[in-house]
Structure formats: structure tokens, C-alpha cells
């Protein structure tokens, strides 16, 4: 199924940070979201793939920052490319848990974990409201996953992640509606990107494996950033608090 077409001008004069745009969903609601208008602030750990964007997109006008999107030094200096305005921004960067279960998580799967998945979509808020406070608007969009609805679609570091995104999402929701600022989660199944995957876990994969039996066929990036930009955007306006399943019906199962 092809995504929505694109509005355009949707985004004009505003500016968007999108975490994670070096590949996969990332890039692609970066992508989208400069078609529709934006400045897009492109950030990822990937300054590679950060270059690769550029140059296939030059038209587009990317601003890039690269490094680690868990690291307060790297959020600092997103904001500040920004330079004084956010309009909307995009927490996508994300990493996987080798499906471990609870008595094989390795304290240093489950920090780095949370760090990327959790920590940094905190920062990355907290950098931001004050920006949004003071324009009276703005527009928050986490990417969750089905492991936040499900405890079978993961191991228990990540499913712990993306649970923990919606409650924050939530916060910020509750928090700030009255400030003019939305913030919402999208929570994809899975999706064809270049995520990184593997089993580590003998026992993980014999207990989670059989649920994707009933998974629906992986989606496109271009699909999720379809969705994710629609959340952005005024068209949602009534739109606060929500966790969005993008996931082809998965959760409905």
C-alpha cells in the first residue's frame, strides 16, 4: 500500500528536529516533512548516513548534527542549531534488545537500552518545551512500538523501553495541552528498515518466535512517516495524549 501523498507547504516556516534520520523511519519523516515545508534539523549517530541524506536530497535544505542521541552534549547542541524556534519534533532513534528475557538481560543491554529508547527521548523534550512554552505551541511525536501493547513482540529490556515512552508521552501531554503543546506516540509493528534484530536468546526465541506467526507483513518507513507526520501536523489537532498503533492491525489480534 503506498503512503498518503504529500501536503504541501503543510510545515511552511516551521522547524522540525527528527532523531534517527540517518535511516529507516527516520529518514524517511525527515524526508516528508521538508517535502511539506520544514526546516528539518537532522540528527543521527551516523554522520555517514547523515551525508548520504544530503546528497541524494540537496534540494531539501537538511540541517545535520551527528552523534549520540542519548548524550546531553549532542541534545545541547541540536537545540541550539535550531536557534530559538521548534515547532515540531520527531523522537525516532531507537535500538532492539536481542529479544533477551528478564533472567538474560545483561545490565549493559538494558542501559544502553534505555538510554537511546527512553533517556533520550526525555532529553531531547525537556531541551524543547521551553521553546514550545514560549510560542504557545508545538507538537511532540515519540515512536513507541508494538512491544508497548504487547509483551510478546520483544525481550523485556525494549518492551520495558517502549512502555516507559508511552507514560512519558502521556506526562508531556497532561502537562503541557495547556501551553498549546500536543505530544503523542506512534507504535509501529514491524517495519522494513535496517534495525538490527538478532536472537541472543535460545529461550527468548522459542517463546516470543511463534507470535509473529500472526504478525501483518512489515510496512514501509514511508508508511510510518506518513503517519508520523500527520500526528505533527495542525491536521491532528484534537490529537493529544494518543498511542497511535501504526502496525497493519497487529494490536487488534
Known amino acids: 500500500m503506498s503512503p498518503t501523498p504529500f501536503t504541501a507547504e ?5 522547524t522540525a528536529i527528527v532523531t534517527g534520520a540517518g535511516s529507516g523511519i527516520g529518514r524517511a519523516t525527515a524526508i516528508r516533512l521538508a517535502l511539506e515545508g520544514a526546516t528539518v534539523i537532522a ?3 551516523s554522520e555517514a548516513r547523515l551525508a548520504e541524506l544530503v546528497a541524494e536530497h540537496p534540494e531539501l535544505g537538511f540541517v545535520t548534527v551527528a552523534g549520540d542521541v542519548s548524550s546531553q552534549e549532542l541534545v545541547d547542541r541540536v ?35 534505555f538510554a537511546v529508547n527512553v533517556t533520550a527521548v526525555m532529553r531531547m523534550t525537556r531541551a524543547v518545551l521551553p521553546l514550545m512554552i514560549e510560542a504557545g505551541s508545538g507538537s511532540i511525536v515519540n515512536v513507541s ?16 523501553s517502549k512502555h516507559a515512552v508511552n507514560g512519558f508521552t502521556k506526562s508531556t501531554a497532561v502537562f503541557y495541552k495547556p501551553k498549546g503543546i500536543r505530544a ?21 526465541a522459542e517463546v516470543v518466535g511463534p507470535f509473529f506467526a500472526i504478525m501483518p507483513p512489515p510496512a514501509t518507513s514511508e508508511q510510518l512517516a506518513a503517519t508520523i507526520t500527520w500526528v505533527l501536523s495542525d491536521d491532528a489537532s484534537n490529537v493529544n495524549g494518543a498511542i497511535l ?9
Not at 184 to 204: D, L, Q
Open 184 to 204: 503523542n506516540a506512534v507504535a509501529p509493528g514491524a517495519v522494513a528498515t535496517n534495525i538490527e534484530a538478532p536472537f541472543r536468546s535460545a529461550w527468548g
Open 79 to 113: 537545540v541550539a542549531t535550531a536557534g530559538g524556534r521548534v515547532d515540531a519534533l520527531a523522537n525516532i532513534a531507537g535500538i532492539m534488545d536481542a529479544f533477551l528475557p528478564p533472567a538474560e538481560v545483561d545490565d549493559a543491554t538494558w542501559d544502553r537500552v
Open 10 to 14: 503543510r510545515f511552511a516556516g516551521r
Open 145 to 160: 512500538s508494538e512491544a508497548s501493547l504487547r509483551a510478546s513482540a520483544s525481550g523485556a529490556a525494549y518492551t520495558a
Open 245 to 253: 498503533p501504526c502496525d497493519g492491525g497487529w494490536s487488534a489480534i
Open 43 to 45: 540528527t543521527d549517530i
